[in-house]
């Protein structure tokens, strides 16, 4: 295999990993909100409010550091607002998760004309920049793949270890997956269910929006209207894919940054733009079908 071959193999793994960081943050914070009995059919709306809350926390500090701590705190209260509706209002999970999704477009629409004068395009900002690994970036191809990342891919592996780690090997993680089952068990015990629920549709507020952040101030440095584009709901189809474990969300969101990857590249080739770009959610309905196929036919057997 030639040195182009194995150049054009490294960019496209290299452009995997940068697009399956948005998703597994995401997908592992719809897990957490999930198990805990809370559907997480807002993650599209949480990576919308983190991405343009990272640039106006960027914008207006200077740091990319603090960009990023504002727009992860951003989604995590509007995370909280689905929270008090689903959870203490008792409203239907359903309506109340698409709706958040309406509201913050709409939301960041406002703000970004009262902000930046215009609802399309925010203005430049300081960006989290990429780090070289210090022996692997020397080594030919692995280096090319693996180095000159952001922190936040290395971090959303560490996340995705984390999460798995608390939520089947802690007490924490125990009392987290009976409020979603059985939640009588949790107040037999003297503990509130709503707060389990209250902590874990925060976390997955934080983990979404810092799925968003990535968008807007490592991968970019500027929020745009377009900008999540769907990757919310193509994370839903990665935790349920991933089968509401954090750690094989990993391998999940891989999946689908790959196709993303791929649909980059082939738009560099001329291909119609139109049909390349339904790649992503054309794997998302193929996923999301043969789960529920394979469901039916484990409950007819």
């Known amino acids: 295999m030639g040195n182009e071959q194995l150049s054009l193999i490294a960019s496209v793994l290299s452009a995997t990993l940068r697009m399956s960081v948005p998703l597994g943050f995401?997908?592992?914070g719809g897990a957490i909100s999930e198990r805990s009995g809370i559907i997480?059919?807002?993650?599209?709306?949480?990576m919308t409010i983190g991405a343009f809350f990272a640039v106006l926390g960027a914008y207006t500090?200077?740091?990319?550091?603090?960009?990023?701590?504002?727009?992860?705190?951003?989604?995590?209260?509007?995370?909280?607002?689905?929270?008090?509706?689903?959870i203490h209002l008792k409203a239907q999970q359903t309506v109340s998760g698409l709706g958040m999704n309406t509201i913050a477009p709409g939301l960041v629409a406002i703000l970004m004309v009262a902000i930046f004068g215009n609802k399309g395009?925010?203005?430049?900002?300081?960006?989290l920049q990429p780090i070289e690994l210090p022996v692997i970036s020397k080594i030919p191809f692995?280096?090319?793949v693996f180095s000159g990342h952001t922190i936040l891919l290395y971090a959303f592996l560490l996340v995705a270890v984390l999460s798995w780690v608390i939520m089947y090997k802690t007490p924490e993680g125990i009392r987290l997956r009976s409020a979603g089952t059985n939640p009588e068990v949790i107040e037999a015990l003297g503990l509130s269910v709503k707060a389990i629920q209250y902590r874990a549709?925060?976390?997955?507020?934080?983990?979404?929006?810092?799925?968003?952040?990535?968008l807007s101030i490592a991968q970019l440095n500027f929020y745009s209207s377009d900008m999540v584009s769907g990757r919310g709901f193509i994370a839903i189809a990665v935790f349920v894919f991933a089968?509401?474990?954090?750690?094989?969300?990993?391998w999940a969101s891989l999946l689908f940054g790959f196709t993303e990857a791929i649909q980059m590249r082939l738009q560099t080739l001329g291909m119609p733009s139109q049909i390349i770009q339904m790649l992503p959610y054309f794997c998302t309905l193929l996923v999301l079908a043969n789960i529920r196929t394979s469901r039916k036919k484990h409950h007819i057997m």
């Open 26 to 28: 995401a997908a592992i």
């Open 40 to 46: 997480a059919l807002g993650l599209e709306g949480y």
């Open 61 to 86: 500090t200077n740091s990319a550091a603090f960009g990023l701590l504002a727009g992860a705190l951003a989604a995590g209260i509007f995370a909280l607002i689905y929270g008090f509706v689903s």
């Open 121 to 127: 395009k925010s203005a430049l900002t300081p960006n």
């Open 142 to 144: 692995l280096g090319e």
């Open 201 to 214: 549709v925060f976390a997955s507020g934080i983990l979404a929006g810092i799925g968003g952040a990535y």
């Open 243 to 250: 089968g509401w474990n954090p750690v094989r969300c990993i």
